[in-house]
């Protein structure tokens, strides 16, 4: 007899992202579609690394994190952000920001409670909610000049509402929230019962001379939200898993009393790794932005001539692009029409859509320019000749 298993995620399936990545090994194309560095960590936090596994730092880490790292953690924060955070009790290292989510949305969410989360949205936030017994309310981010609608965002806040999640600079669409996002979720959560859950994991990656502000930074939020970290993204290195949450003390104590019994702990090199880079005086955070906003230029400069509409990018490292051509085209749904890419023209990318709850057609499609620019060039002689 087989068994057939009473699923707590009916609705879901195999992730976009092993879905394209698939596609494009399968169909040996171009593989813009998952969102990660094509290229190493530096080669000194690969030394301290190997060197923290042939000096023994090989068990167990302190449930947090270490503290010497904390330590560390808490400088950048206040270096780069203005932050200013108590390393022992307001910092918590993970095992990536995936996990960070997971366990900041089961500290929060009870059965019943709702979680606003703005579309299109990170895929992970969806089911970790679902799993706490929450419900998921949406709000769709105005898909023509990608503001977000914050009347909305209002009219959707009540009593039930536990928590609203945000995530600057923003997967799939590369905006980065203003000070008046900020003010206006401010306003909207001063006057509601919600904590704010910040997802910011491209925080050194904004273009333009623009800046990234922090849930930290804002007054009316830093004392009832958590902010989201990965190193992934910083150092190059998302195989390592690691990232950290920052909250304040009362909630940080929650956080641990869940992640305990998640992980307990995350990687012990790769914290040591991490720390000794991080002493190295260097630029690292500040020029990442410089790195990947020529990145982003140099895709966007290939692909001047295409038919192509080129949406705003100002931070992460995904670019939209929009596609209307001929009927033929315009006829699919963007996930149709990227499967459609990958077989003809060999090049993935990943449709909007998939980040949002219905698959509308959308005319958007995500690529990662976290690529040599070699790949960059490549991939936009492919889109131009469309
Ligand atoms: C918006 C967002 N949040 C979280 C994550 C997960 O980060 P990590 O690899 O550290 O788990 C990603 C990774 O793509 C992301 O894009």
Redesign the pocket.
Known sequence: MSLIIDSKLPNVGQSI?SVMSQLATQQQALNLAQ??PEFNPPSELIQFVTDAMNSGKNQYAPMPGYLSFREEIAKKESEIHGNRLNPESEITVV???????FVAIQTLVKPGDEVLILEPA?D?YEPAIALAGGKTVRVTINLHDFSIPWDVVKSKVNAKTKLIIV?TP???LGTVFSQEDWNALSDIVQQSNAYVLS?E??EHMVFDGGKHISVLNIEGLKNRCIK??????TYHC?GW???YLSACESMTAELRKVYQFLAFACNSTAQFGIENFMKIPNQWEKNLSVFYEQKRNLFREHLQNSQWKLLPCQG?YFQILKYEGTQEMSLMNDYEFSVELTKVAKIASIPVSAFCENREKTNLLRFCFAKNDETIIQAANILCSL
């Open positions: 992202f969102g990660f095992p990536g920001a995936t996990v960070g989510l990170y992970s995530n923003h997967n799939p997802d994991v491209y989201v970290s990965s190193f992934g993204k998302t898993k690691l990232g992460s």
